[in-house]
């Protein structure tokens, strides 16, 4: 298997997870990213999804281009992503920011920096 993928069964999909997520789950900010997290199963891969508020971004162009680029961040930094939420968990990222980002590498800092505030 691919280190850097994003496979399926690593996609949040489906109306119990994603019920169970907000039931459940807890919540964590730091700067323009809030996640939901709630552990999954003892040996099951993480399951992760990606949400940008309509509210924020009326444009489903640009609601559609974070959400690739808050994938594709996820999917280059899984390993850091995994120390820092844990690797049986359920877990959806979302975009808090009204401000849109204009590159790939305003994303992958914010997360970057996410996932090294919550390791503290």
């Given at each position: 298997?691919?280190?850097?993928?994003?496979?399926?069964?690593?996609?949040?999909?489906?109306?119990?997870?994603t019920a169970l997520l907000f039931k459940k789950g807890k919540w964590f900010?730091?700067?323009?990213?809030?996640?939901?997290?709630?552990?999954?199963?003892?040996?099951s891969s993480p399951k992760f999804g990606v949400s940008v508020?309509?509210?924020?971004?009326?444009?489903?162009?640009?609601?559609?281009?974070?959400?690739?680029?808050?994938?594709?961040?996820?999917?280059?930094?899984?390993?850091?992503?995994?120390?820092?939420?844990?690797?049986?968990?359920?877990?959806?990222?979302?975009?808090?920011?009204?401000?849109?980002?204009?590159?790939?590498?305003?994303?992958?800092?914010?997360?970057?920096?996410?996932?090294?505030?919550?390791?503290?």
């Amino acid at each position: 298997m691919k280190t850097q993928g994003y496979p399926k069964h690593e996609k949040l999909k489906g109306k119990d997870d994603t019920a169970l997520l907000f039931k459940k789950g807890k919540w964590f900010s730091h700067g323009t990213l809030r996640i939901v997290f709630v552990k999954h199963g003892a040996e099951s891969s993480p399951k992760f999804g990606v949400s940008v508020a309509k509210k924020l971004y009326k444009k489903a162009v640009d609601r559609n281009r974070i959400k690739r680029l808050l994938r594709e961040v996820y999917r280059l930094n899984k390993d850091l992503y995994k120390d820092a939420f844990g690797n049986n968990k359920i877990a959806m990222l979302f975009y808090i920011s009204p401000e849109k980002p204009l590159h790939y590498a305003e994303i992958e800092k914010a997360f970057l920096e996410f996932c090294e505030a919550r390791k503290k």
